[in-house]
């Protein structure tokens, strides 16, 4: 679960601004993963609901149906996302 949740984030950063900083934070309860741009996509990143063939627009959906919690903020002229992880837990973070 964490690996797709990190693929994604990643994805979702490189198509809207082509550069990231990653960071990894776990306790024996939680797993974070935050993301962070340069700026450039002018808008802050949202779930979208694309159409069935859209190529685009799914990544933060699929990080936010993965993780107990998504945070977004904006950070030195970019966005931070924040997805963290319940250790122990099912999708959606519900526990085993």
């Known amino acids: 679960m964490l690996e797709e949740t990190d693929r994604a984030l990643q994805r979702e950063v490189l ?13 024996p ?3 974070a993963v935050s993301v962070t741009d340069e ?3 002018g808008t802050a990143p949202r779930i979208e609901q694309p ?13 936010s149906a993965l993780a ?9 002229g970019g966005y931070t996302i924040t997805a963290e992880l319940l250790a122990n837990s099912r999708p959606g973070g519900r526990p085993c």
């Open 68 to 76: 107990h919690r998504v945070v977004v903020h904006s950070a030195h």
């Open 29 to 31: 309860q939680v797993v």
């Open 39 to 41: 700026g450039g996509a």
């Open 51 to 63: 159409d069935a063939d859209a190529v685009h627009g799914r990544g933060l959906g699929m990080v």
């Open 15 to 27: 198509e809207e601004t082509g550069s990231f900083h990653l960071v990894l934070a776990a306790s």
